[in-house]
């Protein structure tokens, strides 16, 4: 798995770090995602899926 994601789309809502906190964080200044790792093991595998699914602004790429 490979996770991109997308700055300029992000919102700032935080669910994916709710969700990942191991894959993803938040910057303090202005909420914006930080990918912490870009190739998840197998056990976070479906915690990235959910975060990408529910992310409001649509930010979050999976690729297999």
Do not use: W, Y
Not at 11 to 32: H, K, S
Not at 49 to 61: D, G, K, M, N, Y
Request: hydrophobic share 45%; proline share 5%.
């Amino acid at each position: 798995m490979k996770v991109t994601i997308d700055e300029d789309k992000c919102c700032g809502a935080g669910q994916c770090v709710l969700i990942a906190p191991e894959v993803f964080d938040q910057r303090d200044e202005d909420g914006i995602v930080v990918l912490l790792n870009a190739e998840p093991g197998a056990g976070q595998h479906a915690a990235v899926r959910e975060a990408a699914a529910v992310c409001p602004a649509f930010a979050i790429e999976v690729s297999e």
